[in-house]
């Protein structure tokens, strides 16, 4: 075998791994337009203005609704532009049953809560067209230090649809430290 014909077999080969991942040809995902936070609005602000280092903070993102005609299966959330000094990665996806769901901010006391337990985040979320999905992210922050106020600029969330990855930021406020107007 030719290194111009191994080279063209590698390149197949690449092609087909991230084709079948579901990602763009470049390997990104595409960027999103399915979901929206479930109604309550574009923009959330939502914190604590008091916080202690190496305490837990969660956040809630948006409760999702798919907009679109086509299933989608929700892979993941995170925080979108968290600052450098917040640990963050801990994420669940917690079934609300249908209930009313603000977007809150809790501190780490409320992981231990029997909902917070029943985590679905291990596999993926599917939201039908049109639906509002009953399953809410919640992403833990970790402030490093008692310096670490800051914002994020909402959530990230990652989803499949139709073979595809898409990456959506839903807006949202989310604060540890004073308050600003």
């Known amino acids: 075998m030719t290194a ?4 063209r077999l590698v390149a197949a080969g690449a092609a087909a791994v991230l084709l079948g991942a579901g990602s763009t040809a470049s390997g990104a995902a595409a960027g999103g337009r399915a979901l929206e936070g479930g109604g309550e609005g574009p923009l959330y602000t939502m914190g604590f203005e008091t916080f202690a280092a190496g305490k837990g903070y969660w956040f809630t993102c948006p409760r999702l609704t798919n907009r679109s005609s086509e299933p989608v299966e929700v892979l993941g959330a995170e925080l979108a532009g968290p600052p450098a000094q917040w640990r963050t990665g801990e994420v669940r996806a917690v079934d ?11 501190d780490e006391d409320f992981a231990t809560t029997p909902v917070m337990r029943e985590d679905h985040s291990g ?23 008692k310096s ?6 909402g959530c990230r969330i990652t989803y499949r ?9 839903l807006g949202a406020d989310f604060f540890l430290g004073p308050m600003r107007g």
Do not use: D, K, N, Q
């Open 161 to 169: 649809s139709a073979h595809r990855v898409y990456v959506e930021e």
């Open 4 to 7: 111009r014909v191994r080279s």
């Open 148 to 153: 670490a106020a800051g914002r994020a600029a």
């Open 96 to 106: 609300w049953g249908g209930e009313s769901v603000g977007m809150g901010a809790y």
């Open 123 to 145: 596999r993926p979320v599917r939201i039908g067209p049109g639906e509002l999905s009953t399953v809410t992210y919640l992403v833990r922050v970790e402030p490093r230090s």
